[in-house]
């Protein structure tokens, strides 16, 4: 049973609009989610995260928006530049900080930027 | 900067054979995990560790058995491996204050005939 649902595997996005990448999960206690960007044969590298008592945390050209309601969330970047084509990871965690666990991922999203 | 290096980017070997996955971090990090990544699955926890010697089993550890005698090094044991166990191995560690933020090694490609 997945509980981290990226649902569209890729999106094309024209350079200097925005992107907009989606994600929806089901355990209601996660506490903090993050972005995960990767590059083809380098691994994952951490973007962006946000606890989940936020419902926004933005950091230059990347914002990310929490829905707690809709256990929903969404990355946007604005405006995409073609160094972000890359693969794009949602990752959810039950703990906001200290302690050890694994993070639960989604499947993905493979962005690319037109030019 | 952290540097988490995996010994290997590409590996064969054959069914039945003990594989051997060697992870190594130079920040001091306690947290150390192993993840596989498979296409239309994205990453799968397979075990981490918080501890020199302490482990914990993640979401899919069967098939898997992992060491950490050192802090800087964990490994990932496949004691008789499958062909269903071909794909991307990744190794990550992250500091116990702020375990989310993990950071990753490129990947060991794992192929078993």
């Known amino acids: 049973d997945q509980q981290v649902k990226q649902n569209s595997p890729s999106l094309s996005v024209q350079e200097g609009r925005i992107s907009i990448l989606n994600c929806d999960y089901t355990?209601?206690?996660?506490?903090?989610f993050l972005w995960y960007k990767k590059y083809p044969a380098e691994g994952p590298t951490f973007l962006i995260s946000?606890?989940?008592?936020?419902d926004k945390n933005e950091d230059g050209r990347f914002t990310v928006f929490l829905n707690k309601s809709a256990k929903h969330l969404s990355l946007h970047i604005v405006p995409s530049q073609p160094g972000d084509s890359a693969v794009y990871f949602c990752a959810a965690s039950l703990y906001s900080g200290g302690g050890a666990d694994g993070l639960t991922f989604g499947k993905g999203t493979h962005l690319i930027i037109q030019p | 900067d952290v540097k988490v290096t995996q010994s290997s980017r590409y590996l064969v070997k054959r069914t039945g054979e003990k594989v051997f996955l060697e992870c190594v971090q130079d920040?001091?990090?306690?947290?150390m995990f192993w993840y596989r990544q498979d296409p239309g699955l994205g990453l799968r926890l397979i075990y981490f560790?918080?501890?020199?010697?302490?482990?914990e089993k993640g979401d899919i550890p069967e098939g898997y058995s992992v060491s950490r005698e050192k802090k800087e090094r964990f490994s990932l044991i496949l004691e008789s491996a499958s062909t269903n166990q071909t794909s991307m191995y990744l190794c990550a560690s992250s500091f116990a204050g702020n375990q989310n933020i993990q950071y990753f090694g490129a990947g060991t490609r794992l192929s078993v005939l």
């Open positions: 355990n209601s206690m996660f506490d903090y």
């Open positions: 946000i606890s989940s008592i936020k």
């Open positions: 920040m001091d990090h306690e947290n």
């Open positions: 560790s918080y501890d020199v010697k302490m482990k």
